[in-house]
């Protein structure tokens, strides 16, 4: 396709000194479910896009994370893309929590079915991008040495994509399998009769635990820090539930626009102290009792908010785990004592207690016992030495603004944006930062997508960018940028509405806190609180007032 932004005959050269055209309208990194779609309407505009793919394959976290257990937490028929009648009306979901190779095979569907594999290049990662002011344009540079270039660069690295390493000496030395759960080998792991350690209890390592707890030899788990479970209620969709499905597609998409997380949950109007002890325990049996993300997102209003209505939730909780647990101080061991229900990412699990009363089954407190070091065979904490076949680093990500740490982005004057964000994130919409001109960041810091049932978000961020490129496109328009002063009040306005959550309070990817990255210790306002249908008002007022807060030129 011909470019109809950009004069290819100021193309860059490839490194290794090939003639090729090395030069797009724009180039999108990432072919995870917001690269896919941001390719479409791309080419829906009839600009032309190179999407650049670090692995082989599409799908993005769905390609990456190949480990047991992987799945849904958002049910299956509100996470696929809403955009094709047709797309929808042909693809059955199973079950009504898909597992990772169903949706792996999904996202290929949707890459084969609009033929979008022929502007991705894969087994490409980006090294760096720098944005020259003489022509208006990024210049790309993949790990290989090639260059590229385009008008616009878009950002679909996601939120959970810079997985971290835990910071314990010795791994290296360790000769049996290992491997973090993002990075998980494409051929199956044979776990029969191996001794294996999971290190970590986040949402990652709920899946494998409770998935090859009963396939193992011998099972220890490290846990630093417990988490408040729920069940997910899984099961298989049924001919008739899938044909209610289908045509209930428009009513339920109009339902997800007007939840706070676009969820089919919306929050309880009621607070905790609005009814009685006996009602109050009802329906907190009967959230627990449901599917999916009602027990967090449709609770009472104030759980999240209120520190005594978190307070008793969490009691609630708590005694679920003392029944499902059978040995006493295993049960407490897994009931968190430093942060309330929901104020940090809560963990779906199917059996994930139950596991515990394997008698293969340990679990280590790390916080009582810490890691020294790992050895040739296995670990030692500071009272014992473990043996292992397999050791399984369930420990997480360097969340959001970790993948933009990874890329060298470079704006006007050569400023770094890791340098600009050192403090904190400082985005417009969380969509653009001021003096990186013509970057736009899809599920980017700052942005309603990273506290949603992603993909509706992401379909959000994808068509006001694409607004954007028409309007740009028709107005002549080569350089856009944020203005100083709105990307201030954005970021103001996010702290200010995160001010009155009790998650702000606690140490999480969501707040920023890793302690297996160098300078992570600071909390940091990452989401954007308001919900859902509140950003994308916002958004539509800047594109609806000429883009005000923005620059074109």
Request: aromatic content about 12%; glycine content about 8%; some cysteine.
């Amino acid at each position: 396709m011909s470019s109809v932004l950009l004069d290819a005959t100021t193309a860059p050269v490839r490194a290794d000194g090939a003639s090729e055209d090395m030069s797009f309208d724009a180039i999108v990194i990432g072919a995870g479910i917001a690269g896919l779609y941001q390719l479409y309407r791309l080419r829906q505009l009839g600009l032309s896009v190179r999407v650049f793919e670090t692995g082989s394959g599409v799908g993005g976290t769905w390609y990456w994370n190949r480990y047991p257990g992987a799945r849904f937490d958002s049910e299956s028929y509100t996470y696929g893309y809403s955009f094709s009648d047709e797309l929808l009306r042909d693809w059955n979901w199973s079950e009504h929590f898909a597992a990772q190779p169903e949706t792996l095979r999904y996202l290929n569907h949707v890459a084969d079915r609009f033929d979008l594999r022929r502007d991705i290049q894969f087994n490409s990662r980006v090294s760096s991008a720098a944005f020259d002011e003489a022509t208006r344009r990024w210049n790309v540079t993949l790990d290989d040495g090639q260059r590229y270039a385009a008008r616009f660069l878009i950002t679909a690295i996601g939120p959970l994509s810079a997985y971290t390493l835990p910071r314990i000496p010795g791994a290296d030395s360790f000769r049996g399998q290992a491997f973090h759960t993002y990075k998980w080998p494409q051929q199956p792991v044979d776990f029969a009769g191996k001794r294996v350690a999971v290190i970590g209890t986040g949402a990652t390592g709920v899946q494998v635990i409770q998935t090859i707890a009963p396939l193992v030899g011998q099972l220890t788990v490290f846990q630093r820090t417990p988490n408040w479970c729920t069940p997910l209620h899984n099961r298989k969709i049924t001919e008739e539930e899938q044909q209610k499905i289908k045509a209930g597609y428009p009513a339920m998409f109009e339902l997800l626009r007007q939840t706070p997380g676009c969820y089919i949950h919306d929050a309880d109007p009621r607070s905790v102290f609005d009814v009685t002890e006996e009602e109050r325990e009802a329906f907190w049996e009967k959230l627990y009792s449901e599917p999916g993300f009602g027990i967090w997102m449709a609770n009472f209003r104030d759980v999240l908010t209120d520190a005594k209505a978190n307070a008793l939730f969490s009691d609630f909780v708590a005694r679920k785990i003392r029944q499902r647990v059978k040995d006493p101080k295993v049960a407490e061991m897994l009931i968190p004592k430093c942060h309330g229900f929901g104020t940090r990412r809560v963990p779906q699990e199917t059996g994930y207690y139950e596991a515990y009363n394997l008698p293969h089954v340990r679990l280590v407190d790390t916080r009582r016992t810490p890691i020294e070091r790992i050895t040739e065979t296995g670990i030692t904490t500071s009272d014992a030495a473990y043996d292992f076949d397999i050791i399984i680093y369930a420990t997480g990500f360097d969340a959001v603004t970790g993948a933009f740490d990874r890329i060298e982005f470079r704006g006007v004057q050569g400023q770094r944006l890791k340098d600009h964000w050192a403090d904190g994130p400082k985005t417009y919409l969380g969509l653009m930062s001021t003096g990186f001109p013509n970057m736009l960041t899809i599920v980017g810091p700052h942005n309603a997508s990273t506290r949603c049932n992603i993909p509706r978000c992401i379909e959000q961020n994808v068509e006001w960018v694409t607004e954007l490129m028409r309007s740009i496109r028709d107005r002549g328009v080569t350089r856009f940028e944020a203005i100083s002063e709105a990307e201030a009040d954005w970021s103001r306005h996010v702290e200010e509405l995160a001010a009155g959550m009790l998650y702000t309070q606690v140490d999480s990817w969501a707040t920023g806190i890793n302690s297996n990255v160098e300078g992570r210790n600071v909390r940091r306002i990452l989401q954007y609180q308001g919900g859902a249908p509140s950003y994308r008002a916002r958004c539509d007022d800047v594109a609806a007032n000429g883009y005000k807060g923005m620059t074109l030129s």
